[in-house]
């Protein structure tokens, strides 16, 4: 029988709590520099990206003005080179 598990290092994956939309006090990008916005990083942007295609507006996301500024600019380059949805994309079935 080799079951092996990793002893403690199953901070990963998995829902922990139900928390709705935690609230930030920081925004993320002022909290950890090393977070850049880019453009070309539509992961990152995606967070910031409802289903739909919306900006999340900034009181939900928790950014600053600052910060939410650039990630509309960077979400707004990222939909013109398609990158990410102008509108709705469930087409992904
Ligand atoms: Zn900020």
Do not use: W
Request: some cysteine.
């Amino acid at each position: 029988m080799a079951d092996e598990r990793t002893p403690q290092r199953s901070a990963s994956s998995g829902p922990r709590k139900k928390r709705p939309f935690q609230r930030r006090k920081v925004c993320r990008f002022c909290a950890d520099k090393q977070v850049s916005i880019d453009y070309k990083d539509p992961r990152t942007l995606r967070y910031f990206v409802s289903e739909r295609g919306k900006i999340i507006p900034r009181r939900i996301s928790g950014n600053c003005s600052k910060h939410q500024r650039e990630i509309t600019e960077a979400i707004k380059r990222a939909r013109n080179i398609a990158l990410l949805p102008i509108a709705g994309s469930h087409a992904t079935a």
